[in-house]
């Protein structure tokens, strides 16, 4: 006989939806509550471990309860309570442990909506501290950008992987050994100022496009972008520009995202499928984002800066935003700006763009005497958009049977389902 299910139980269905809501809560709010944890205990490590203690008491709690009005202040209030207990097991220094004490009871003493605001008073900053930490000098550039993805943009080690063409278990043990040395290390998780702040720049600009990146094209899963992380990258964007004002580089990188993200709701069709760019309707591109990034592209030249990576960039994107057709795209500009962009960021991913700007201005094959150069190099051999770049330029070109083979080799290396479906579509079209 079935068990008796009592009135207090939820039903199975309710649990399920509730478990859902409680993953996507977390995912919010995980970022933030790595890095507030973080200046509290001092510890990336701990703070991480601290956060997922939560994520299981909410697993817990939460089905029977329902998600609290404020799920972020609720999770930052266990975390605490369970940093306050593991001090105390280790037995910690009295004047620490004082401390710790004396905060936690002036949050007992406050209501969630008043922990709430705390947090956000300075959100900003805790955000952007954990990022300035995690690129200490200490740390090397690549396992700055690896652990900044992890507890920032909550990416998985796999996507990390992929993101840096690189293996799951390398982006694993980075990501470990930073950890633990910024555990060792005694920083403090906040803004440096000054020569400081200069020093990690490059590095959190790095992180914070890369951040964007994997909003604008997911790495996996169904969804082609993920939205929420293009925000937060936009907003820690606008954050650092406004902290470093006359500062290029910042002023390029928030151009870059603005006109970038102005294309987000124009990307993916109404069943999730990917819309090629000279196919979107560009009635649906965000005006206001493209305005505010050509005046911070504006601002970035001014200062002379129109040369850096993130301003190259941005000028790249913005001849796509000028132009009111895609016909009306000036492709020849835009391989002129790759070939320029190519001298100061030099990398397999942007010769693979160059090929693709230069097959547009010049022909199709132009284009293929350029991949073909790339994949001598073989660094981009299991890069799902290598062969759909060639598929797209064969398809072009008239030579349909190559260009099939190519998109289902891409549709065979990527790991987003939207993505993969597009690249079947697209070797399914080509038939004479």
């Known amino acids: 006989m079935a068990a008796r299910r009592t009135p207090s139980d939820p039903p199975a269905r309710s649990q399920s939806e509730t478990h859902r809501a409680i993953e996507t809560v977390f995912r919010i709010e995980q970022a933030r509550l790595i890095a507030g944890l973080a200046r509290w205990v001092r510890d990336v490590g701990r703070a991480e471990e601290l956060a ?36 105390r097991h280790e037995r910690m220094a009295e004047r620490k442990h004082a401390e710790i004490g004396r905060d936690l009871e002036s949050q007992h003493d406050s209501s969630v909506e008043d922990i709430e605001t705390a947090m956000d008073d300075d959100l900003g900053d805790e955000l952007l501290g954990l990022i300035f930490a995690a690129c200490h000098p200490i740390l090397s550039p690549e396992a700055r950008a690896a652990l900044t993805l992890r507890l920032i943009g909550g990416l998985t080690t796999d996507e990390i992987a992929r993101a840096f063409l690189s293996s799951e278990a390398t982006i694993a043990q980075r990501i470990v050994r930073a950890k633990k040395t910024l555990g060792e290390s005694g920083l403090a998780f906040e803004v440096p100022r000054g020569p400081e702040r200069e020093r990690r720049l490059a590095s959190v600009l790095e992180v914070v496009y890369l951040i964007f990146n994997e909003g604008y094209a997911a790495t996996a899963g169904r969804d082609l972008t993920r939205p929420a992380l293009c925000a937060e990258a936009q907003r820690l964007g606008r954050i650092l520009a406004g902290l470093m004002a006359d500062e290029p580089e910042v002023l390029g990188l928030l151009a870059l995202m603005e006109i970038q993200a102005s294309r987000l709701a124009a990307r993916t069709a109404p069943d999730g499928s990917p819309v090629l760019l000279t196919e979107q309707n560009r009635a649906l591109w965000d005006r206001l984002l493209i305005r505010r990034g050509l005046a911070a592209l504006d601002r970035a030249g001014s200062l002379g800066g129109a040369d850096g990576p993130y301003a190259l960039q941005a000028a790249l994107a913005a001849c796509h935003a000028r132009a009111r057709t895609a016909v009306e795209t000036d492709w020849r500009k835009i391989a002129g700006l790759y070939d320029r962009l190519r001298l100061v960021m030099p990398s397999p991913v942007v010769e693979l763009n160059r090929a693709v700007a230069h097959s547009m201005a010049f022909g199709p094959e132009t284009g293929l005497a350029l991949l073909d150069e790339i994949e001598r190099a073989d660094s981009l051999r299991n890069y799902a958009p290598l062969p759909a770049a060639r598929g797209d330029f064969l398809f072009r070109a008239g030579r349909l049977a190559e260009a099939r083979s190519q998109f289902k080799r891409a549709a065979d290396l990527t790991r987003n389902e939207g993505e993969k479906t597009f690249l079947l579509k697209r070797a399914a079209s080509c038939v004479r």
Do not use: C, H, T
Request: hydrophobic share 50%; charged share 15%.
């Open 52 to 87: 997922q203690d939560a994520l299981v008491a909410a697993l817990s709690e939460w089905p029977g309860s329902g998600v609290p009005q404020n799920p972020g202040a609720w999770l930052m209030a266990i975390a605490k309570r369970r940093a306050v207990d593991g001090f």
